[in-house]
């Protein structure tokens, strides 16, 4: 994903202007109210194993044994988990590196509902740390604990939970490839998978409620605010997630502009937000990991993996009450 120069713009209009939720403020006593009314707690825990898990084997690079590794893992664990799983398997064109070939992996909990839930991340890391302070560093790939398993892990354990204590609505989880080849120039080289499955749904004529993108959700000190496109795009079920927040980490304030899968999304006609922690007070709009090789375990918070599956199992519950 790639931060916009709208970010600093936006900051200074809804500082000076004020946004419909108040600048700082956070949701603490209506997530302790629809808290108590979800069926089981998120398991942070579970959630912090299969982020590390998917860290051991090592970065998830498209075309590298890892990479390929970690898809056969993947389908392995939500197959343990939904009722249908599907690979989709493709070739994209990417801007630095070629042709290469990816995989979206799908699963679907209760296939046969009409009202269906979209919750999506990337699997996989970026080829190269761009970003990492020291210029050595620059070819080497990323590990992605946090750009990319922290969302994949909060997915995965939630899709383990819904297991044993099943919802009525349909919950189709979606781990799209090749989200992080990009570069800046280059709008359309970000969110290759998305992009694909965007054009080639697992469901002929797929629709959803909404979805909800998880990206970058593992850090400490990571906020959230309402992302600009998604506010754009789908700003009632943006109000839904953050009324069902479930700490401090969710701040109802504006924030920047990101090119990320759940623009592409948006275009194929389905509403999607991005949780994505941004940081307005960083160069980057980003935490300080960020395709830097010290996106690595170390930089991941059981506490923060914790608050945003609760988010999530309060949202199924408020849409089904």
């Not at 808290?35 to 898990?53: C, H, I, K, S, Y």
């Not at 930089?299 to 089904?320: K, Y």
Request: some cysteine; proline content about 4%; overall charge negative.
């Amino acid at each position: 994903m790639k931060m916009t120069l709208l970010y600093i713009l936006l900051a200074a209009l809804f500082t000076a202007c004020g946004s419909t939720g108040g600048t700082s403020a956070t949701n603490d006593a209506t997530a302790d109210t629809v808290a108590a009314a979800t069926r089981l707690p998120f398991d942070a825990d579970g959630a912090l194993e299969l982020t590390r898990q998917q860290c051991d084997f090592g970065p998830r690079v498209p075309g590298t044994p890892a990479h390929a590794k970690c898809a056969d893992w993947l389908v392995a664990t939500l197959q343990a988990s939904c009722d249908t799983v599907m690979v989709q398997g493709a070739t994209v064109q990417t801007a630095r590196s070629g042709k290469v070939g990816i995989k979206n992996i799908v699963g679907a909990i209760n296939p046969e509902a009409s009202q269906r839930l979209l919750l999506l991340a990337h699997w996989d890391t970026r080829p190269w740390a761009d970003n990492d302070p020291d210029e050595a560093n620059h070819n080497k790939p990323v590990m992605g604990a946090n750009d990319g398993a922290s969302g994949v892990g909060v997915l995965l354990q939630l899709a383990r939970q819904l297991k044993a204590d099943r919802p009525a609505l349909g919950i189709d989880i979606l781990l799209v490839d090749a989200e992080d080849m990009g570069v800046n120039e280059n709008e359309e080289s970000w969110a290759l998978g998305t992009q694909y499955w965007a054009n080639h749904p697992h469901v002929e004529g797929y629709k959803a409620l909404f979805g909800i993108l998880l990206d970058m959700v593992g850090a400490a000190d990571a906020t959230f605010t309402r992302e600009y496109y998604s506010v754009q795009n789908a700003s009632g079920f943006v109000d839904l997630v953050w009324r069902n927040a479930a700490g401090s980490h969710f701040i109802n304030s504006q924030g920047g502009a990101i090119t990320d899968d759940h623009l592409f999304v948006n275009r194929a006609g389905i509403p999607c937000i991005d949780i994505i922690d941004m940081r307005s007070d960083s160069e980057t709009g980003f935490c300080p990991e960020w395709h830097t090789v010290s996106d690595t375990m170390d930089a991941i918070s059981v506490a923060t993996l914790g608050e945003v599956g609760q988010t999530l199992l309060n949202v199924i519950a408020d849409i089904e009450r």
